[in-house]
């Protein structure tokens, strides 16, 4: 079905087996192989794996030692980051040729949005397929693309013909097809939490649709309204795009993987402080708050919002960049996470800020005393209370 004029028109680009599929590219003694990139060694993790690989049940997370259970034969291959990256910022640059507005999530996944595209709801396909070849022709690799109204149909959609796929949602079709699927499907359904829906007789995205509300915030909590939504395909977040050449930033490997979002947002809550402190020493604020995250697969992704009006107080982006680890936390809740980083970006000085659309007092008093006894004492002279629970 296509899009109607003046719809919203969102395209999700998922790069197929994204490492895996460059190792097997560059080396052609691996194609049609069982490869798996990434350390074979007793805590080794499996960043990426071939669909060769798949087919035994491996998945990208795995440790490595189940999945040379799994697999025997399996071929390990170290992992080879920067070559990676030079590779998307290619298929980036064929993004950015067709529109600006760019989100990207990791180096092989994006959504783009051609909303303000002249004619673009009659040719979303065309545009769809023009996007795929370009990248075969760019980098020899396959990218499945998913077309629909908002992020989350389009990112559904994107996973369905999987590799190689081409995929639209509008309309009827979103209900038709969410509503057969499993409600692991959707963005936010872990292992745990699809094992109690069952036990509540929910097993689809149509039954989360319609569960009662009681029901679902037995479940999700404060999360619940938003499960909801999703599970009728409705999701309103805009794309956001951002360039990183002009940002501050802070960030954080950790020794031991965090699994507890509480713990995620005190660390969290901390980086936002330091990259706030940062912006304010250099008389700068941000006009978007990024949020990025390593799981222990290696894999990185971002999250962004706008910052209306821009700022660099510590409570405005620690609380942006909370909400983001949120919403990046529904969508991968048995996710262990390896590294965490707060930045801000379109930076501008003080003095193009609008005066009446100035930060409160009391947020701006705050940071300034912080900021004067960190001067005078240290940078851990004092911490946030937030970070001390």
Known sequence: ???????????????????????????????????????????????AASYEVREFGVRSAMPSREAVRRCPDAIFIRPRIDHYRQVSRVIFDVFRQLTPVVEGLSLDEAFLDFSDEVGIAQCAQARALDIKQRILTATGLNASVGVGPNKLVAKIASDINKPDGLCMLFGTQIEETLDTMPARKLPGIGRKTEQRLHSMGISTIGDLRTAPDAALSAVFGRYAMRVKQRAAGIDERPVTPHRADKSISSETTFNVDLVSLKKMKIELTALADQTAARARKKELHGAVVIVKIRTADFRTQTRQMPLQPASNSTATIGQRAREL?????????????????????????????????????SEKNVDQVLDTIRKKYGTDSVKRGSRLR
């Open 1 to 47: 079905m296509n899009a109607k004029q003046g719809q919203r028109i969102i395209m999700h680009v998922d790069m197929d087996a994204f490492y895996a599929s460059i190792e097997q590219r560059d080396n052609p003694d691996l194609r049609g192989k069982p490869v798996i990139v990434g350390s074979s060694g007793e805590r080794g993790v499996v960043a």
């Open 325 to 361: 680890l949120d919403d990046w936390y529904l969508e991968h809740p048995d996710s262990a996470v390896r590294l965490l980083g707060v930045g801000i970006a379109g930076l501008v000085r003080e003095k193009q800020l609008d005066l009446f659309a100035a930060e409160h007092d």
